[in-house]
């Protein structure tokens, strides 16, 4: 039965304020029921206040055959943090 | 003591432990994991409620029973489940119809009991409520899936709401007893929750192309100790363990 079953991302908001984190995958006949299977496989526990699912097969994801071109280049270009800076006493969080 | 109230507070707790219990046989033979966990969320929410209600009713009678007590120490005739909750699970078609009548049932009783002039049921109400609204909402679902469905997984739901309806007017029983509590605004009025119950479950069958039908020939009995067969065997099984040892502890 569970193969005849679209696969659905879980995403979870684990407090108001924060953002939507994947958690897991479930497996459901439609977006209802993932709802439902997202909210008692991934939420027994207290960790949400908030659900998204998205059908995997919805989601685009980058080739790991083209990770040299396209994150290696990044390695090298520390200066892109923003680490060189003297922070005024005053800001306290940056 | 209370009796009334003692008998009252038994039938909740004991109606939610032995659908509980018959949930928990799912685990392991659900049709997917994710369905598996489903069935345990609503059993454990159904045994926590139990706890509950038959450690106030153990409270009431103050002879020193607590809820474990009167799970396990009682037989099939002191339990005061209705029978529908005790049938066996047979395939999902049928434990989902079941699921459905039930919470139907259980959701407007305890929408009332919120408003009971007992405090205690009132809160253990409020917290069940909202267990309750979704497992109403978890059974419609699955009800209009299976009933809209494939021919067979039509054919399967409705077998599934036809093994039941015999024992629906036993959900609404109301003996001497309980008429004296809901006339101190205590129990909940059976009448206008049947009403409730029956047009959520009859909105649902609507969306699954299920007739709601007129009833057949009912049985009836759970609410005064006179259960089916079936009670005794899911008592066995449920308190070998308790009876065996019954000072055992972890």
């Not at chain 1, 097969?57 to 990044?74: H, K, R």
């Not at chain 2, 707790?13 to 609503?42: F, K």
């Not at chain 2, 469905?149 to 054919?155: I, L």
């Not at chain 2, 036993?170 to 029956?198: C, M, N, P, Y």
């Amino acid at each position: 039965m569970s193969k005849d079953w679209p696969l659905w991302e879980v995403f979870i908001r684990a407090r108001g304020g924060l953002e939507h984190r994947h958690a897991g995958s479930v497996h459901a006949p439609d977006a209802e029921m993932a709802l439902h299977h997202a909210r008692d496989t991934y939420t027994r526990r207290m960790e949400g206040v908030s659900l998204w699912v998205v059908k995997s097969a919805d989601v685009v994801a980058s080739d790991p055959e083209q990770a040299g071109e396209l994150f290696e280049p990044a390695v090298s270009k520390i200066y892109r943090h923003p680490t060189f800076y003297d922070l005024p006493d005053a800001v306290k969080h940056m | 003591m209370n009796k009334h109230l003692f008998d009252y507070c038994l039938a909740l707790g004991d109606d939610s432990l032995i659908l509980g219990q018959r949930l928990c046989e799912w685990s392991g033979h659900a049709p997917t994991i994710e369905v598996d966990l489903s069935l345990s969320n609503l059993a454990l929410d159904l045994i926590g409620q139990a706890t509950l209600f038959l450690g106030y009713a153990g409270e009431i009678e103050g002879k020193g029973r607590d809820a474990d007590k009167l799970a396990f120490h009682r037989d099939a005739e002191q339990f005061r489940n209705c029978l529908v909750v005790e049938q066996p699970n047979g395939d999902f078609g049928q434990t989902m119809a079941r699921q459905l009548i039930y919470s139907s049932y259980q959701l407007a009783l305890l929408e009332r009991l919120v408003e009971s002039a007992d405090t205690r049921i009132a809160e253990i109400a409020a917290k069940a409520v909202k267990e309750v609204r979704y497992h109403v909402e978890l059974a419609s679902d699955w009800v209009i899936r299976l009933g809209a469905g494939t021919e067979e997984s039509h054919a399967r739901m409705s077998e599934g709401m036809d093994f039941f309806w015999r024992y629906y007017d036993d959900l609404f029983a109301t003996d001497e007893s309980e008429r004296a509590l809901i006339a101190e605004g205590i129990a909940a009025d059976k009448q206008l929750v049947r009403e409730e119950a029956s047009a959520t479950i009859h909105a649902t069958l609507d969306k699954a192309g299920i007739a709601f039908p007129e009833l057949p020939w009912q049985i009836g009995g759970g609410r005064t100790g006179r259960h089916t067969e079936h009670l005794s065997l899911i008592l066995a099984e449920m308190q070998v363990l308790p009876r065996a040892h019954p000072e055992a502890s972890w």
